[in-house]
């Protein structure tokens, strides 16, 4: 089993930065990439960011291209997300997510486990 725990969420004003943390525990090794989701109300979750462990390759959806930026310290055993620009859009619950294979790397139920969730709520 992975543990996930995120933090950092909050509220913003549009245009404002966050940056979430996920600390990741138990069989770190089984995971080989590391994806942030997020869900808005009566929306389904969605796909924002992954990377892989070994070699740093990174993913991003269309919305958050150019704004977002994944990372990860492994020495940690942590992922981050930076999020730049937020626009009132972004507000959600961002969930961390790990994965035991590269495959389908974007696709919410290819995910094998599964942080708590925080909340980011971004104001106009």
């Known amino acids: 089993q992975v543990q996930l725990v995120e933090s950092g969420g909050g509220l913003v004003q549009a245009g404002g930065s966050l940056r979430l943390s996920c600390a990741a525990s138990?069989?770190?090794?089984?995971?080989?990439?590391m994806g942030w989701f997020r869900q808005a109300p009566g929306k389904e979750r969605e796909f924002v960011a992954a990377?892989?462990?070994?070699?740093?390759?990174?993913y991003y959806a269309d919305s958050v291209k150019g704004r977002f930026t994944i990372s990860t310290d492994n020495a940690k055993n942590t992922v981050y997300l930076q999020m730049n620009s937020l626009k009132p859009e972004d507000t959600a619950v961002y969930y961390c997510?790990?994965?035991?294979?590269?495959?389908?790397?974007?696709?919410?139920?290819?995910?094998?486990?599964w942080g708590q969730g925080t909340q980011v709520t971004v104001s106009s």
């Open positions: 990377i892989t462990w070994s070699r740093g390759r990174t």
């Open positions: 138990g069989r770190t090794f089984s995971s080989t990439a």
């Open positions: 997510a790990a994965k035991r294979t590269l495959y389908n790397i974007v696709v919410v139920s290819e995910y094998d486990y």
